[in-house]
């Protein structure tokens, strides 16, 4: 078995570090797929009635003290919610001097934990009419803010005869499932077009947003334990597809806002989160400006350039598991990189990216993975940051995400050669995160060259035992 992941989790930057192998236990390369739902409604959206945290905290239900042996699941999630996640303290975070000031200097009618725009992320903030009344606003990003409003499926998911695809029917929201998941997350953890965290708010103040779905699902203190039994019940998705198919999704929730009337603009100007801070904010006297292979030839000096560090994990998801497509979305980003410096049209290149990226997601959803994927994939990402890929910050800090989540999926195909050594080699790039201001994409070069070596050659293909 695997025992519990080790954490390395800092401020704004987080990278989880890979646990020794006692046995090659679940090796969990994604065979058998289930046919896809149509795209379901997140819980916010719901018209079900939302019960309220109560409701699941029962010491018979979720509130158990000490995990179940007979249960499927542990049954102390709620312990586990209430005491260690920041989800439970989400809406504690509006009252802080921090938040009022964000408020304020935004000229909110209201307080931060009454205004619509603050709630909507930091809590399960569902109109008046669909809020049962063991509602607790204060509750923050509740049970029922990931899993869905219960009205339908609480009294049923506890029968004899229940499922996960019954629960899914009567509203469960798929948590389990890699795409609607990275929606859910990506909802509040990036925006979409209902809620953003936009240039002015984080000019008041609100920190800047980093997430990548799989690194954020394992460090977020678990309440749920990926095993045989609940492998029989619902589908395993591996940190490689759980990671690409979350990119995806970035990049076409990315295509969504910067196409959107009004969340891709602010006044005269476009929503400024779309694009690199850095651009902007560096002093003149730098005089940085090179010229970057990941945005081609033709992106002059002195434009503000896309912030595309999604974008550039797009293309590397697709050289690793689709390489096919590989050319032409490079190709297609580049292009958009051209339309916005004014050579094109960036209405047309942006819905061409955005239908690359969601026909990517069905792609990566059923293709068959083999260790010669995983390991091309990881080594990718090293040698694009080689390649100068990495020269902007919010790339460099994707790319150690992905780094730890690839190299824990290859960890156990035994296709690390050394763990320890891999682990001190991806603290020290996460050190050379450690503040945006000082950014030095050579010194983050030099540690990728270093983490290279940890790569061990691996047969093709090794017989995955079903994990069932
Ligand atoms: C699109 C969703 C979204 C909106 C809108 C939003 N936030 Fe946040 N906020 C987040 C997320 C997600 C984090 C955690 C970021 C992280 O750690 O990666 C956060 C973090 C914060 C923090 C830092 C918390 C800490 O632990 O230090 C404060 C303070 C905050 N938000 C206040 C506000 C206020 C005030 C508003 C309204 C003006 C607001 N937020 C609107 C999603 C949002
Ligand atoms: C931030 C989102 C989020 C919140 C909040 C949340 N969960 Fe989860 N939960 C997940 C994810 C992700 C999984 C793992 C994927 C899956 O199996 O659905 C999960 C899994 C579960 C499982 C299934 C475990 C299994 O073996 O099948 C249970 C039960 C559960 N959560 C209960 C709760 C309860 C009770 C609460 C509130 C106390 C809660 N969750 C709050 C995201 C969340
Ligand atoms: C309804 C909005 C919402 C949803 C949905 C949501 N989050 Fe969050 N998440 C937040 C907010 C707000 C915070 C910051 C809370 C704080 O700092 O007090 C946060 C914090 C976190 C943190 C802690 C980060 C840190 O700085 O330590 C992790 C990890 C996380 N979320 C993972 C997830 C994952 C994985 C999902 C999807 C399964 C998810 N979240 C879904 C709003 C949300
Ligand atoms: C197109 C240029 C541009 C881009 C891109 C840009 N900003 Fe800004 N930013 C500005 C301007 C202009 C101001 C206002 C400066 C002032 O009031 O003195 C500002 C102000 C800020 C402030 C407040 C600074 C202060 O002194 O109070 C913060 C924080 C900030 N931006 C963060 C970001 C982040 C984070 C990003 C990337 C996600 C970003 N900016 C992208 C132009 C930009």
């Known amino acids: 078995m695997i025992s519990q992941f080790m954490i390395y989790s800092r401020f704004r930057h987080r990278a989880y570090l890979l646990t020794m192998l006692t046995s090659i236990g679940l090796l969990m390369l994604s065979t058998t797929l289930q046919a896809e739902p149509p795209a379901p409604v997140l819980p916010y959206q ?17 509130g158990a003290i000490k995990t179940w042996k007979e249960s499927n699941v542990l049954q102390n999630e709620y312990i586990t919610w209430s005491r260690t996640d920041k989800h439970a303290k989400a809406y504690n975070k509006l009252l802080n001097a ?19 725009i603050c ?9 008046e009419d669909r809020r049962g009344d063991r509602f607790k606003l204060a509750d923050g990003v509740t049970c029922e803010g990931c899993h869905g409003p219960a009205e339908k499926w609480l009294v049923t998911h506890i029968e004899r005869d229940a499922s996960h695809a019954k629960n899914k029917s009567a509203g469960l929201y798929p948590t389990s499932d890699a795409a609607p998941r990275a929606k859910l997350c990506l909802s509040c953890h990036f925006g979409n077009k209902d809620k953003l965290v936009t240039h002015r708010m984080m000019a008041a103040g609100h920190p800047r947003m980093s997430f990548e779905l799989d690194t954020f699902t394992e460090i977020a203190p678990k309440h749920f334990v990926v095993d045989k039994d609940y492998a029989a019940r619902k589908q395993v998705w591996d940190e490689l597809k759980t990671w690409a198919i979350g990119q995806a999704l970035v990049v076409s929730e990315t295509m969504d806002i910067l196409l959107d009337e009004k969340r891709g603009r602010d006044g005269l100007f476009p929503e400024l ?8 904010h560096h002093p003149m006297s730098e005089n940085r400006w090179k010229p970057k ?15 595309d560090g999604n974008l550039i994990m797009l293309r590397a998801v697709a050289f690793a598991i689709e390489p096919a497509q590989g050319e032409a979305i490079a190709e297609q980003i580049r292009k958009l990189h051209r339309a916005i410096a004014g050579d094109g049209d960036v209405q047309t290149e942006a819905l061409a990216l955005k239908k690359m990226a969601n026909d990517l997601v069905t792609v990566i959803a059923h293709k068959p993975l083999n260790t010669a994927t995983i390991r091309s994939a990881a080594l990718r990402l090293i040698d694009d940051g080689l390649d100068g890929y990495y020269d902007d910050y919010a790339a460099a ?11 824990s999926f ?9 763990v320890a050594a891999f682990n001190q080699n991806l603290r020290k790039l996460n050190d050379a995160l450690a503040s945006d201001e000082r950014y030095k994409p050579a010194e983050f070069a030099a540690r990728l060259r270093e983490l290279r070596t940890s790569f061990a050659t691996i047969p093709a293909s090794i017989s995955a035992p079903d994990p069932k």
């Open 119 to 127: 709630l909507d992320c930091h809590a399960h903030n569902v109109p």
């Open 397 to 407: 800090e994707q790319a150690v995400m992905a780094i730890s989540s690839v190299g």
């Open 293 to 307: 292979n990941a945005f081609g030839a033709s992106i002059s000096p002195g434009l503000v350039r896309l912030n």
């Open 98 to 116: 921090k938040s009022q000031q964000i408020a304020k200097k935004l000229g909110l009618k209201q307080p931060a934990h009454e205004a619509k």
């Open 46 to 62: 719901s018209l079900h009635e939302t019960q309220g945290t109560v409701t699941c905290a029962s010491s018979l239900c979720h």
């Open 273 to 280: 989160i779309l694009f690199d801070c850095h651009a902007c």
């Open 410 to 418: 290859l960890n156990k195909q035994s296709g690390i050669r050394n």
